[in-house]
Nanobody
Framework: QVQLVESGGGLVQAGDSLRLSCAAS????????MGWFRQAPGKEREFVTA????????YYADSVRGRFTIFRDNAKNMVYLQMNSLKPEDTAVYYC???????????????????WGQGTLVTVSS
């Protein structure tokens, strides 16, 4: 069983960059598609981005495409979210998520996934 721990959140200004990290325990990290969700205050959790097991395919929400980049290092059991050109509307708790098996985008969009981290808060001031 993989456990997920996020880090890297904080307070930044609009236009700044921030990199989130998600450390995964366990020996089967490369068997999991990985991704990030976020939940802003008073809003539902939403899909941000995902990456397939080998890292060759990535998916992004329209709201972050071109500004955020997901990448993974299977040798280190890590997945990262590079966030550039941050906006106040990016303020949220960001959650790392994982799901084993073949990537199913519909499951990721629905948040119907096996594993979740505890979240890290990103606050973007204007």
């Amino acid at each position: 069983q993989v456990q997920l721990v996020e880090s890297g959140g904080g307070l930044v200004q609009a236009g700044d960059s921030l990199r989130l990290s998600c450390a995964a325990s366990g020996r089967t990290f490369s068997s999991y598609a990985m991704g990030w969700f976020r939940q802003a205050p008073g809003k539902e959790r939403e899909f941000v981005t995902a990456i397939t097991r080998g890292g060759s395919v990535t998916y992004y929400a329209d709201s972050v495409r071109g500004r955020f980049t997901i990448f993974r290092d299977n040798a280190k059991n890590m997945v990262y979210l590079q966030m550039n050109s941050l906006k106040p509307e990016d303020t949220a708790v960001y959650y790392c998520a994982a799901d084993s098996g073949t990537y199913q985008h519909i499951s990721w969009l629905a948040g119907n996934l096996a594993l979740w981290g505890q979240g890290t808060l990103v606050t973007v001031s204007s």
